[in-house]
């Protein structure tokens, strides 16, 4: 028995997430299927983000038990030859048996892109937010100032999620604008339900003038969900990678 990593790339939007779901096709499902297919055994791949309906990844990080002797690395180029197109392996490799991508020390990265002009672009509808209000990149960029560190994010979570705690720590936000893309990219050790696309529908809310950037510490100190922006819509997320530290 071997543990092989993968690294996923997927474009989300005809997914139900990425873990499996009783009425809906998920990303978790579709791996399961192509690598026991593949590898003529069961296998149950284990993830290390569990990003929502919608949500995009460029290197999502999995892993799974398996007997077989193709060694680690060719992997991936046979398990692409049965995925769909919205899914592809950037990595496949043997990790040390007791490697799992949930509970190492990580720090994952997420950009929220938001198309910010008059009129929608066709091309642009599946990977970004179009919101048509002038948004104000450097009161956007204030407003993170408050967010970084470790906090209590009850403010930020989705309702429902079923957690121990809402303490996280955020390692870094920026915001920029690139011709009509605004983009916002939070670096954590970890995130709640909908974490990163609440912060994105409050920063929105700055950007547009609703509120000060200096409201966004009273959200913060609140611990509460009602008093923070709305959930930007998932279709504008993206994972773009995990680190793992030793």
Not at 67 to 90: F, H, V
Not at 187 to 199: A, D, H, Q, S
Request: net charge negative; charged share 25%; hydrophobic share 35%.
């Amino acid at each position: 028995m071997k543990r092989v990593g993968l690294v996923v790339a997927y474009d989300g939007t005809n997914y139900s997430g990425w873990q499996i779901q009783p009425n809906g096709i998920t990303i978790q499902g579709v791996l399961n299927d192509a690598l026991s297919d593949l590898l003529g055994e069961k296998i149950e791949i284990m993830g290390a983000s569990r990003t929502d309906a919608g949500v995009h990844a460029l290197g999502n990080v999995a892993v799974f038990d398996t007997n077989t002797r193709i060694p680690g690395e060719k992997i991936s180029y046979a398990l692409n030859q049965r995925l769909p197109e919205d899914i592809r392996i950037q990595l496949s490799e043997e990790v040390e048996p007791d490697f799992h991508p949930r509970y190492c020390d990580s720090e994952k990265t997420y950009e929220y892109r938001i198309l910010n002009r008059k009129f929608p672009v066709p091309t642009e509808r599946l990977y970004s937010y179009f919101y048509h209000y002038k948004l104000d990149i450097e009161k956007m960029r204030e407003a993170t100032s408050y967010l970084i560190g470790r906090h209590d994010f009850a403010s930020f979570c989705g309702t429902g999620a079923q957690v121990k705690s809402t303490v996280r720590t955020i390692t870094g936000i920026d915001v920029w604008r690139d011709g009509d893309i605004v983009t916002i990219r939070v670096k954590g050790e970890g995130f709640l339900y909908n974490m990163v696309r609440i912060i994105a529908g409050t920063l929105i809310q700055v950007g547009n003038g609703q509120y000060p950037p200096e409201r966004v510490k009273k959200i913060l100190d609140a611990c509460d969900r009602s008093v923070s922006g709305p959930t930007a819509p998932a279709h504008g997320l993206t994972l773009m990678g995990i680190e793992f530290f030793d």
